[in-house]
């Protein structure tokens, strides 16, 4: 009888071992990061290389002619665009703003042991499950000066409503859509914030309790001190969305009357997809990009610049 020799596959050593545990996390993360660089990097590439052209779809399909930087400068004298990111840091300081504060409010009630916050609770998060375009119909209805249920509130009230409406007034028509933006996300704030609450330890509250500190004193030596980052990176990431208010104002108002409700969104898509003006749009994404990202990174300096990772 002949012996039957079985050759096993050599066994890793432990240097390949090594090697492969080391690598591992990033080989996991690679398909993700390609996907990033592909539906990010490239845009802002292309955007940028289009924004020192001249290049109109309605001239021609391709970029007709170097011009520099005057895409930029043409972006930055244009009253509409300064307009455009006047309202936009409006709406983005004061939203965000107000909204962390009514949902700190709503949080701290959630934690009451009242009857009915389970419901409560399950309703809150109604409002942003519905998509932007869908709540600025609703609001545009609720807005009508013939009929609108907030119009006819106001007026109950002997609150004074323009002649035009709401939305019709350039006095009144930037708070309007300020309003809408506070009413759909001030629950995301409340239910993230109402987590984060529920996280803090209930002995230090006690102890708290013991040494006979008030509620206001708890709130904010105990309570905003323990939740201060997640806080602050909400509040980051939902600034940066209301700086991409787009839907909202092209439902309820086209930017208008004039440019009282104009975004920065809703001037990116006029000249991208209305005018079809390449170069100017893609100069204005930068300056976008730009603004956002120095406000974002003097945020997180400050915010975080004392704490301990």
Not at 240 to 254: A, G, H, K, P, W
Request: hydrophobic residues 55%.
């Amino acid at each position: 009888m002949h012996a039957i020799i079985v050759r096993c596959p050599r066994a890793l050593g432990p240097g390949r071992k090594g090697i492969i545990r080391r690598n591992l996390p990033y080989l996991l993360i690679a398909p993700s990061v390609v996907m990033l660089l592909a539906l990010i990097a490239y845009p802002l590439l292309f955007a940028l290389r289009s924004s020192f052209y001249f290049w109109n779809l309605q001239i021609g399909p391709e970029p007709l002619q170097f011009v520099g930087f005057e895409n930029y400068v043409q972006a930055f004298n244009a009253f509409d665009f300064r307009a455009a990111l006047t309202n936009t840091l409006i709406l983005s300081v004061l939203g965000t703003a107000i909204e962390f504060a009514f949902g700190l409010a709503i949080a701290l009630i959630l934690l009451k042991a009242l009857p009915g916050m389970n419901v409560v609770r399950a309703l809150l998060i109604l409002p942003t499950t519905i998509a932007p375009i869908v709540v600025g119909f609703l609001f545009r209805y609720l807005y009508d000066p013939g009929g609108g249920l907030l119009s006819w509130i106001m007026q109950s009230l002997w609150l004074p409503v323009p002649a035009e409406g709401i939305l019709g007034s350039p006095s009144t028509a930037l708070a309007a859509i300020l309003f809408v933006d506070i009413w759909q996300w001030t629950p995301f704030f409340a239910i993230v914030l109402y987590a984060s609450l529920l996280a803090v330890p209930d002995e230090i509250l006690e102890a708290a309790r013991l040494d006979r500190a008030s509620a206001w004193t708890i709130l904010m030596r105990i309570k905003l001190p323990l939740i201060k980052r997640t806080a602050i990176i909400i509040v980051m990431l939902r600034f940066m969305q209301i700086f991409n208010t787009f839907d909202t104002v092209l439902v309820l108002t086209r930017g208008g009357p004039g440019t009282s409700t104009r975004t920065l969104g809703y001037s990116l898509y006029e000249q991208g997809l209305v005018n079809f003006n390449i170069g100017l749009v893609s100069a204005m994404t930068w300056i976008t990009v730009l603004i956002v990202n120095i406000i974002v990174a003097l945020y997180v300096f400050f915010a975080f610049r004392k704490e301990e990772w």
